[in-house]
């Protein structure tokens, strides 16, 4: 039941959640009121301020804390709670508005710091998918370099990873065949003039 209620909360768009979440909070009040003033039920409201601090956002979370924190103070006065003084049901709702607040902050810093690992596990198993990986022994000729398969057929390098490994080739000389190529080459050619006269 509980997948269900998330599985609609992550569909549902943020007016959407603020909406519910809204709804949560007057039948929240609703007990509130009812229960009187002996009977505390304050941790009730962290309920739709959690959710919509988490499915539609920290500035979302907070018009809902900051509605509780009223819905709150007017259940309580509306239960005839008798203080000392005019200014504690004010005092109380702004104490519980910080506490509201700070759940609002949690929540959303989880709800980042969810997102930010589960974008890094995506990162991370895309970057697995494009690894190359051999496991056990490839058999390889040190003489002509071919490598030979399952089957024991002998193939060209570029050949077996192509047939073995998502990956296509490119030929570039590396800088010290380069340099070497380039010596015989000049061999070659000084050898032909050597010749050639």
């Given at each position: 039941?509980?997948?269900?209620?998330?599985?609609?909360?992550?569909?549902?768009?943020?007016?959407?959640?603020?909406?519910?979440?809204?709804?949560?909070?007057?039948?929240?009040?609703?007990?509130?009121?009812?229960?009187g003033c002996?009977?505390?039920?304050?941790?009730?409201?962290?309920?739709?301020?959690s959710l919509?601090?988490?499915?539609?956002?920290?500035?979302?979370?907070?018009?809902?804390?900051?509605?509780?924190?009223?819905?709150?103070?007017?259940?309580?006065?509306?239960?005839?709670?008798?203080?000392?003084?005019?200014?504690?049901?004010?005092?109380?709702?702004?104490?519980?508005?910080?506490?509201?607040?700070?759940?609002?902050?949690?929540?959303?810093?989880?709800?980042?710091?969810?997102?930010?690992?589960?974008?890094?596990?995506?990162?991370?198993?895309?970057?697995?998918?494009?690894?190359?990986?051999?496991?056990?022994?490839?058999?390889?000729?040190?003489?002509?370099?071919?490598?030979?398969?399952?089957?024991?057929?002998?193939?060209?390098?570029?050949?077996?990873?192509?047939?073995?490994?998502?990956?296509?080739?490119?030929?570039?000389?590396?800088?010290?065949?380069?340099?070497?190529?380039?010596?015989?080459?000049?061999?070659?050619?000084?050898?032909?003039?050597?010749?050639?006269?």
């Amino acid at each position: 039941m509980m997948t269900n209620f998330t599985s609609h909360l992550s569909k549902q768009g943020r007016s959407r959640i603020i909406f519910e979440a809204l709804i949560f909070i007057a039948i929240i009040g609703t007990l509130d009121l009812l229960t009187g003033c002996e009977i505390s039920v304050s941790i009730l409201y962290l309920a739709p301020i959690s959710l919509a601090a988490w499915y539609a956002g920290g500035h979302s979370g907070f018009i809902v804390a900051i509605v509780s924190a009223l819905v709150w103070l007017l259940a309580d006065i509306g239960a005839g709670h008798v203080y000392q003084h005019s200014f504690i049901p004010y005092w109380n709702a702004l104490v519980l508005l910080g506490e509201f607040i700070l759940a609002v902050l949690v929540v959303s810093q989880l709800r980042h710091t969810y997102q930010a690992q589960a974008s890094l596990i995506e990162e991370l198993n895309e970057a697995i998918e494009n690894t190359l990986t051999f496991r056990g022994l490839v058999p390889i000729c040190p003489r002509c370099k071919k490598m030979r398969d399952d089957d024991s057929y002998w193939q060209e390098v570029e050949a077996y990873l192509g047939e073995h490994a998502e990956a296509s080739f490119a030929h570039d000389l590396c800088p010290q065949c380069r340099k070497e190529m380039k010596k015989e080459v000049q061999e070659l050619s000084a050898k032909s003039l050597d010749e050639g006269v």
